[in-house]
């Protein structure tokens, strides 16, 4: 069997491009041959990796729809394919894609990358993306022979927007590796990792922080790591200042060692976002086995069923709350939701049970299984 996928490699496109690659060494190492096809790299750029197939087209003309005319000629130079997969929508190689695998007669798969969250829509050129959508985007959806989601709310935001064809939840895939650093004092950390922007909510920890006052006085530190908005971490900073917080610190950026080592020293890890389609931040805090706190804005309801961490509202006072109850956890039982959070990654999470998932919806496609459990249909006779 061989895929052929639209997106890119380059590490500037943060998420999606890492998902697309650990996606595609998984199934490739299951015997799925899985090609990518990507604009030209520019000067900035840089590849994950390279020990997939990847084939290159020229620079788009343009930089917001990225349309090249070659791209249409890129995709047949690539070979015949069974299946045709476009990484993220609203770009042109996703509609270049839909047209060449019409062309053929073959079966394509739309990967929203959740650019289909209303919050999304709004957060840029809504009105074009409506209207994309009724001209065009919403029947390509719909005449895929199915589309790829990550969580089970990204799903109902496609059917609210009118999208009736199967749709597969499959998550994204990790990296599952051993990181020998462990918390080496007493000290209650809690962290937060990423970029700093007000949509991240970071605020939200200072002032439950606040809040918390006695509790947190003493041996206890909240731990941001990560830069980004200058004039947002000013605000932090300021925040901390006039509350009169003293046991707040930044790292700014940091990675390699010293962020394994800041990662280590973390007793809970939040992420007080309103909305994320994933959540790679409370990826990197199961599978360095560190207890989690998400907000439902973010498709994190495993943390309740694998007992891991904890699942709010998005609200000040939830959030403070569960900062509160981590608090009163202990040691040993923080060290316990540790444990099952890594085993909730490699059961779920891992690059070779996502490459399952992806090749048992591949064998579906093509008529060769019955319809696996995690794909969604409308109408029934679809099933197996």
């Not at 947002?232 to 917080?245: A, C, I, P």
Request: net charge positive.
């Amino acid at each position: 069997m061989k895929v052929l996928y639209t997106g890119t490699l380059d590490v500037n496109f943060g998420g999606p491009a890492f998902s697309t690659y650990n996606t595609m060494r998984g199934l490739n190492d299951i015997g799925i041959e899985t090609h990518v096809l990507m604009y030209a790299l520019g000067k900035e750029g840089k590849l994950i990796g390279n020990d997939v197939p990847i084939h290159f087209a020229s620079q788009p003309l343009e930089h917001i729809f990225a349309y090249s005319p070659f791209f249409k000629k890129a995709i047949k130079k690539c070979g015949d394919f069974d299946i045709y997969q476009a990484q993220g929508i609203w770009l042109y190689h996703s509609f270049a894609l839909v047209d060449v695998a019409k062309s053929l007669g073959k079966p394509y798969i739309l990967t929203p990358r959740g650019m289909l969250y209303p919050q999304d829509i709004a957060k840029s050129k809504p009105k074009i993306k409506k209207m994309f959508l009724r001209w065009r985007l919403l029947k390509d959806l719909n005449q895929a022979a199915c589309v790829h989601v990550t969580c089970e709310d990204e799903m109902n935001h496609c059917r609210n927007l009118g999208v009736t064809t199967p749709i597969a939840i499959v998550p994204n895939p990790v990296e599952i590796k051993d990181y020998p650093n462990a918390k080496k004092d007493d000290v209650f950390r809690l962290g937060y990792l990423g970029r700093i922007s007000r949509r991240k909510n970071v605020e939200g920890l200072i002032y439950a922080w606040s809040e918390l006052g006695d509790k947190v006085k003493e041996n206890a530190e909240l731990l941001i790591i990560g830069g980004g908005d200058e004039d947002y971490m000013d605000f932090l900073k300021k925040e901390v200042s006039r509350l009169n917080l003293e046991n707040i610190r930044f790292t700014g950026f940091i990675s390699g060692k010293e962020k394994e080592d800041a990662l280590a020293s973390l007793s809970v890890l939040a992420m007080p976002s309103e909305f994320e389609n994933f959540g790679n931040v409370i990826v990197e805090g199961l599978v360095r086995g560190i207890p989690c706190i998400a907000t439902t804005g973010a498709p994190w309801k495993d943390l309740v069923d694998y007992r891991c961490g904890w699942w709010v509202k998005y609200s000040q006072k939830a959030i403070t709350e569960a900062i509160k109850f981590a608090l009163e956890t202990s040691s040993d039982n923080l060290h316990d939701m540790g444990i099952r959070g890594k085993q909730l990654m490699k059961d779920k999470y891992s690059i070779e049970a996502v490459a399952k998932q992806m090749k048992e919806m591949y064998e579906w496609i093509l008529h060769k299984r019955t319809k696996p459990s995690f794909i969604y249909t409308l109408n029934p006779e679809m099933g197996g």
